[in-house]
């Protein structure tokens, strides 16, 4: 059972554009929301994370937008260039049974033209 | 510094074999895992240790054993291998999950192909 449904399977857009990755969940019990980017060859890395007390959260480029209600988040690239070209993955964590646990969505693969 | 390293990098090995993954963290974390990438890229957990002890245990077949000398090191062991073990294996660690929300930072994973 998938427990992060994540989409699109991949996005194509041009430099300068804007780059929207979207998630969804259902376990109430997560508490945790972080992206991971993942270039080929490596291992995922951290990228934001969002705890579900904030509706937003920016870091540089990067904003997520979590919708509580909706059990919503996205990533946002803003002015997306050529480098941010990666899979990205969003993911869930919580509390009783999943601690310790991160769920990954299925990623996003994202090709920024120059 | 390597934070999170692991070997082989690349290993191609014949049905029924056995072989082993190492994982060493040198951030002084307690905590350490095995995450197992799939062709479709998907990321799922399947073990977790948390200063030497088994605390997750995905259901994974038991050919896989994951052994942890010590807080830093987390191997993986893999016995008759099976063409569907073909993945890359991801090491990774973090500071214990009391709470939730720990970064979890991961290694450069170990391609592993059974032919």
């Known amino acids: 059972q998938q427990q992060v449904k994540q989409s699109p399977q991949s996005l194509i857009v041009q430099k300068g554009g804007i780059s929207i990755i979207n998630c969804a969940y259902e376990n109430t019990a997560f508490d945790y929301f972080p992206w991971y980017q993942q270039f080929p060859g490596k291992g995922p890395a951290l990228l934001i994370a969002?705890?579900?007390?904030?509706s937003e959260k920016k870091e540089g480029r990067f904003t997520i937008s979590f919708n509580k209600s909706a059990k919503q988040f996205s990533l946002h690239i803003m002015d997306s260039q050529p480098g941010d070209s990666a899979t990205y993955f969003c993911a869930a964590s919580g509390l009783g049974s999943t601690l310790g646990r991160l769920y990954f969505g299925r990623g996003t693969q994202l090709t920024v033209w120059p | 510094d390597t934070a999170v390293s692991q070997t082989p990098k690349y290993l191609v090995t014949q049905m029924g074999n056995d072989k082993s993954i190492k994982c060493e963290q040198n951030?002084?974390?307690?905590?350490m895992y095995w995450y197992k990438q799939d062709s479709k890229k998907f990321l799922k957990i399947m073990f977790s240790y948390n200063n030497k002890e088994l605390i997750i245990n995905e259901t994974v077949p038991n050919r896989f054993s994951p052994k942890s000398p010590d807080k830093a090191h987390l191997n993986l062991h893999i016995n008759s291998l099976e063409l569907g073990d073909s993945a890359v294996y991801f090491c990774?660690?973090?500071?214990?999950?009391?709470?939730?929300?720990?970064?979890?930072?991961f290694g450069e994973g170990s391609w592993l192909t059974v032919v």
């Open positions: 969002i705890r579900p007390d904030v």
């Open positions: 990774a660690s973090s500071h214990p999950p009391t709470l939730s929300g720990n970064t979890i930072y």
């Open positions: 951030l002084g974390h307690d905590t």
